[in-house]
């Protein structure tokens, strides 16, 4: 049973950093397509960033050159490492998981597996 849990949301102020992570059970994350989303409240749940098995990268507009997605196959685990964070980067984080590689466009329906979400807020 494929699982994910993730950690490492909080509370920062604008300019600051956070680095999420999630860790992968039951498949491996060198196998799998990964990948972050965030939710606003009243709002459907928007790509961030995925990771393929050949470790290509894609990234919505609105972080490029802020964040970094990776992994670490040893712990079979991936990060978001979002610098120069602002205020509207709050939302609900989560994790995401599927088989193969990543569709070219960053949509929560191309995912079944979830982390449980981790709050980020950015004060101004």
């Known amino acids: 049973q494929v699982q994910l849990v993730e950690s490492g949301g909080g509370s920062v102020q604008a300019g600051g950093s956070l680095r999420l992570s999630c860790v992968l059970s039951?498949?491996?994350?060198?196998?799998?397509?990964v990948g972050w989303f965030r939710q606003y409240p009243g709002k459907e749940r928007e790509g961030v960033a995925t990771?393929?098995?050949?470790?290509?990268?894609s990234y919505v507009d609105s972080v490029k050159g802020r964040f970094t997605i990776s992994r670490d196959h040893a712990k079979n685990t991936f990060y978001l490492q979002m610098n120069n964070l602002k205020a509207e980067d709050t939302a609900t984080y989560y994790c995401?998981?599927?088989?193969?590689?990543?569709?070219?466009?960053?949509?929560?329906?191309?995912?079944?597996?979830w982390g449980q979400g981790t709050q980020v807020t950015v004060s101004p």
């Open positions: 995401a998981a599927d088989s193969g590689y990543c569709s070219t466009s960053l949509r929560a329906v191309h995912f079944t597996y």
């Open positions: 039951g498949a491996t994350v060198s196998n799998f397509c």
């Open positions: 990771i393929d098995p050949d470790g290509v990268t």
